[in-house]
């Protein structure tokens, strides 16, 4: 099945019928960046791209009216996460993600206690800014912080001092909330083991709940992509990669934080704070179904996956038109889903489910807990220390 601009978008009836059954989510994508990043390949726009074609209102309008098409298609399940990611969405300000929220709200609802995270730069948050998405109905912010060493941010072309990312996390919980995550990249060229402990120091000082540390990936197209082509800038290397990742692993679960995914750690669930995980993304990797929302965002239902046209413009414009803006879809087969069930919950702390495996999968995964690269508990297929630094190595071994 594939959409195209002459057929209009439509999900086969077995895909809506199991609808609210599943963990549901809506994904929010929040095209518009003040500056773009050396590393980043994301679908973003600075103002000087767009210039007059597409703004934050047409955006928005758009996005209220896919919402409502999405909620017609759907049935309206009400959503149980909501997250809010970009792009930079704290451009829009406290009233516009208000807005955004807003939107979601009137055409799916919120679940009772659900997770409605938004991604924030810190130099574009203050004390007024989160009050405002406190008061909204926001309960989690993810802050990209990337490091706490300047030389390191400008290899990265971010644009925030090293102080701020902590300032705003300590912001956003004394505006109340309880749920505050710190992003971390690791491996860029040039950083030292002094610049990652300093970084963790950071990090470990805003007791923060949660943390996501990610491997540099120099992404072809990028700026960075290009320096190291040239060779201004050196490749980064795995053994390095590796070193650190332990490095991080050792810090943070020193401090009580545990991971939960290869490349993401939380604090232990109490009764006052609930989970802490990210509950949306979990939605990701246990096969949830979601409406992504916004330019180039994907989406999953009932075993159909899709994405938007990646341009505001063309989004905002086949809105108005009263059409989805799908760029194209395609049915997952059932060896689709099993290779990605397989590929996500491997990478989870609870595992893989051997029921699932056939029988050559079997051998495979007795082959990878005989290497000590997993353990077999309570029927899953759980990665060890080593296993986690090859994670993806033990899922193509898995699935051969």
Partial sequence: MNATATTPFVLPARSIEGVGTRPFGIYVHVPFCATRCGY???????????????????????????????????????????????????????????????????????????????????????????????????????????????????????THTPGRAVAAAKEARAAGFAHVNLDLIYGTPGERDEDLDASLDAVLSADVDHVSAYALIVEDGTAMARKVRRGELPAPDDDVLASRYERIDARLSAAGLNWYEVSNWAKAETVESGDTRCRHNLGYWDGGDWWGAGPGAHSHVGGVRWWNVKHPARYAEQLAQGELPVGGSEELSADDIHMERVMLTARLRTGLPLSELTASEHDSADQVVADGLAIVDDGHLILTDRGRLLADAVIRTVLT
Avoid at 102 to 118: D, H, I, M
């Fill in 40 to 158: 980043c390949d994301f679908n973003t726009y600075t103002a000087g791209e767009l210039g007059t074609s597409a703004s934050p209102q047409s955006w928005l309008e758009g996005l209220k009216r896919e919402l409502d098409l999405a909620a017609q298609m759907t049935g309206a399940p009400v959503a149980e996460t909501v997250f809010v990611g970009g792009g930079t969405p704290s451009l829009l300000g406290g009233d516009g993600l208000s807005e955004v929220l807003g939107a979601v709200r009137s055409s799916f609802g919120l679940a009772p206690g659900a997770e409605v995270t938004t991604e924030s730069n810190p130099e574009s948050t203050s004390p007024e800014f989160f009050d405002a998405l406190r008061s909204a109905g926001f309960t989690r912010i993810s802050l990209g912080m990337q490091s706490a060493a300047q030389h390191v941010l400008k290899i990265l072309d971010r």
